[in-house]
Structure formats: C-alpha cells, structure tokens
Nanobody, 124 residues
Framework: QVLLVESGGGSAQAGGSLTLSCAIS??????ISWFRQQPGKGRGLVALLRSGDRSSDYADSVKGRFTISRPHHTLFLQMNNLKPEDTGMYYC?????????????????????WGQGTEVTVSE
C-alpha cells in the first residue's frame, strides 16, 4: 500500500521558516513534488525532485527561498523567508515518470499518489 503522510505545517510570521515533511512508503517513485493550494485557487506545483539524479526545479514564486530534498524515505520542503502569499495547503505528490515529464509543466492530474495535506499560514 502506498502512503504519503505530510507533517510540519503551522503558522509563521513573514520572514520566518518552516519545514514540511512527507513520509513515503510502499513504493519508490522517481518523481516527487510539493504542490500548494492557496485559498480560492487550484493546486500549483511549487517544487519537484527527480530521484534518479536528484535534480530539482522550483516555481519562480519560491525559487531561492524553498529547498526540496529527500535524504532517505522522507521528502522535505525547507521554506525560508516566508511571505503571506505562501499561505495555503501543501501536498506532497508522487508519480513514476520519465525525466522529461517530471517537470514544472505537470499538473495535479499527472500525479497518481497524494498525501492528505498540511496547512501553512504566514502572517505579516
């Protein structure tokens, strides 16, 4: 059984930091990502990691502030210099994909497995 379980959400002030975790079990995926759903919007991909070569990509809105990593079986998202617009539900997602199709162009429909989400609130 494949399970993705997020943790680490919470509240922070602008400029602060939070670290999200996603424990992945049941399968070894080669494309794992963090999505964000801001209030009133759909889910958008913010960071992805290709397990094969450990390459990563980031949405422009988080580049330079967020870092995705997976040292073992847990996926992390280190979020620094948080902004109020980072507020939302964060989901980890996974799929099996070619290197080329593990990209920022992928939408939520391209992913097969999802965690339950963890909420992040950033205040001024």
């Amino acid at each position: 059984q494949v399970l993705l379980v997020e943790s680490g959400g919470g509240s922070a002030q602008a400029g602060g930091s939070l670290t999200l975790s996603c424990a992945i079990s049941g399968y070894s995926f080669n494309c794992i990502s963090w999505f964000r759903q801001q209030p009133g919007k759909g889910r958008g991909l913010v960071a992805l990691l290709r397990s094969g070569d450990r390459s990563s990509d980031y949405a422009d809105s988080v580049k330079g502030r967020f870092t995705i990593s997976r040292p073992h079986h847990t996926l992390f998202l280190q979020m620094n210099n948080l902004k109020p617009e980072d507020t939302g539900m964060y989901y980890c997602a996974a799929k099996t994909s070619t290197w080329e199709r593990c990209s920022l162009n992928s939408g939520e429909d391209d992913y097969n497995y999802w965690g339950q989400g963890t909420e992040v609130t950033v205040s001024e």
